[in-house]
């Protein structure tokens, strides 16, 4: 197993002086120091308490088998000159490759009815037409809805680099994109006069963004929809590859990525942010200090109460609670991808259309039918699988679990949370099972290996305080925190990643982007767009 990054516990921190200091390696923090490396040289450190980098894009081992943790599909890298491409051909130099998921990348499955969600604008919008030929119309205006709310993007994140102290000047930037924003999924759809099937077949792709329609905000949905209209692709070789491919720039500008680097908290003297000190006590000094860590870790943890309610960050998140959290179970299997007819379209899998209903009976019922089985089929996506792994395939379900169902084993330590806990997890990874195999009934008597991960899991690994996989929840009043940007009210003190922008690889990006600018003190965004595309730049062919 390749691991990325330097470990600190082996060789120690490379000598400085750093001209930055990243707290967390997500997609966030080493898209942050590439640009920053890339666009002035500047020595970047990023440290990572984890054994590797990559936070949610990082991959994990088990003999023989290899999962992704939270990259199973990313829209418009595929299609050659999309932001998006242009982005990671830029911080990768043209090494990242990437493989088409094909016409189907989503089917929506409610109860014995198949939906799917097909690469195009204009076929997908045909194949919707199909399904619901009384509600044409309906789906017409929601096409023109997604695309009007798309165009109001620009402003609202442009906002986000203008300076605190000259807020009121942008404000008018965030109006149009705060008016689609306060509305959340359900109220849209409603208006749009959606029938029940109809919009629980719309919303099917709200595990991307983790909330049931009448929490989420339509703002978010608008971009996660319009993200995959052109279809999707896996990164060839695993997720784990788009850390090891961002590496490079980091590292020619003399800047390292340093795991097993816990930090402990934010050094402050005299009012401004002015370096690290790690779990062990070592302080590392740097004038920029850049946290990926999400902000209910960067104000709650990692600054003392006195200094985060002096720079009046002590009720920074409040009125935006934390996003789904969630179980995964990890599948391995002793045959191809090939062999078992394992197809790459991701599936959604629902017993009802009513998802906020569907939620409800579940966190008040852990016993009640399962709300949502999220099925992705990696081996099958990646062309490279077969050459790593010869003779296996691998499957993750997911569903989403009440951070509360596993509050009581919070104190414990991991792999040691006792037998109650442990019959929970095999009940849950025994109803999952039970939903891959009656989706793929060609599992059965394959499965070699099942591996349960919870929120537990995801608060060890990741730091998250409830096991949140996409940091703060994507509510209406997410999107009008105006504290949600790259520069902070402390000086010296910058957030970067999804909690800044929006979840997912291409939020954590562009949030990247939008740090790096603020840093760099110019627009780094033109900067990628100008760039000519490396001539390395490929998109695999799917196989």
């Known amino acids: 197993m390749t691991r990325i990054g330097t470990s600190y516990k082996q060789h120690g921190l490379p000598s400085g002086p750093w001209d930055a200091v990243v707290i967390g390696s997500g997609l966030g923090g080493l898209a942050t120091a590439a640009l920053l490396a890339l666009h002035g040289e500047r020595r970047v450190l990023v440290l990572e308490k984890h054994y590797t980098a990559g936070g949610f894009t990082h991959t994990f081992h088990r003999p023989g088998y290899e999962w992704d943790v939270g990259v199973h599909y990313v829209g418009d890298v595929h299609r050659e000159g999309s932001l998006m491409r242009r982005l990671f051909d830029h911080l990768t130099d043209g090494a990242l490759a990437w493989a088409d998921l094909g016409e189907v990348y989503d089917k929506i499955i409610i109860g014995g009815d198949e939906y799917d969600f097909v690469a195009g604008r204009e076929a997908w919008r045909r194949r919707m ?39 009121f000047a942008g404000a008018p930037l965030r109006w149009p994109a705060l008016r689609e924003a306060r509305r959340t999924v359900r109220e849209v759809l409603a208006s749009l006069g959606a029938s029940p099937r109809l919009a629980g077949v719309l919303a099917g792709q709200y595990g991307d963004y983790g909330l049931p329609p009448s929490e989420a905000s339509w703002f978010m949905h608008a971009l996660l929809v319009s993200h995959y209209l052109g279809g999707g692709a896996y990164p060839v070789g695993g997720s784990s590859q788009i850390a090891a491919t961002i590496l490079p720039a980091i590292e020619r500008a003399g800047g390292a990525v340093i795991t097993s680097a816990e930090v402990s908290e934010i050094v402050v003297e005299r009012g401004r942010a002015v370096g690290v000190r790690l779990a062990d006590g070592a302080v590392v000094h740097a004038p920029a200090v850049i946290s990926d860590a999400g902000v209910a870790v960067t104000f709650g943890r990692l ?19 934390p996003s789904f959290a969630h179980v995964s179970l990890y599948v391995g299997l002793e045959r191809t991808a090939a062999e078992l007819g394992l197809a790459r379209a991701n599936q959604w899998v629902y017993e009802d259309h009513d998802h906020d209903r569907a939620i409800a009976r579940y966190s008040a019922d852990p016993d009640a039918p399962l709300p949502l089985a999220y099925l992705s089929f990696p081996s099958a996506k990646d062309p490279d699988f077969a050459r790593r792994h010869p003779g296996r395939a691998t499957i993750e379900v997911i569903g989403v679990a009440p951070y509360a169902a596993f509050a009581r084993w919070e104190g414990s330590s991991w792999k040691k949370r006792g037998a109650d806990y442990d019959a929970v997890k095999a009940r849950l990874a025994e109803r999952l099972q039970a939903v891959l195999e009656r989706r793929c009934p060609s599992v059965a008597g394959s499965i070699a290996h099942a591996e349960l991960s919870t929120p537990l899991s995801t608060r060890h690994f990741a730091g998250h305080p409830h096991g949140e996989i996409y940091g703060l929840a994507h509510t209406p009043a997410r999107f009008a925190a105006r504290h949600l940007r790259p520069q902070t009210a402390l000086p010296g003190l910058y957030l970067t990643g999804s909690d800044i922008c929006t979840a997912g690889v291409g939020g954590a990006a562009m949030g990247a982007v939008l740090t790096a600018s603020v840093v760099a003190r110019r627009n780094l965004l033109g900067a990628v767009l100008r760039a000519d595309a490396p001539a390395r730049s490929r998109v695999a062919a799917a196989v």
């Open 303 to 321: 600054l003392s109460r006195e200094v985060a309610a002096e720079a009046g960050l002590r009720s920074v998140a409040a009125g935006v609670p």
């Open 129 to 167: 037409h199909g399904y619901f030929p009384a509600e044409r119309g309906v789906i017409d205006a929601y096409l023109e809805r997604l695309r009007a709310t798309v165009r109001t993007t620009r402003r609202f994140f442009l906002e986000k680099v203008i300076p605190p102290v000259l807020s």
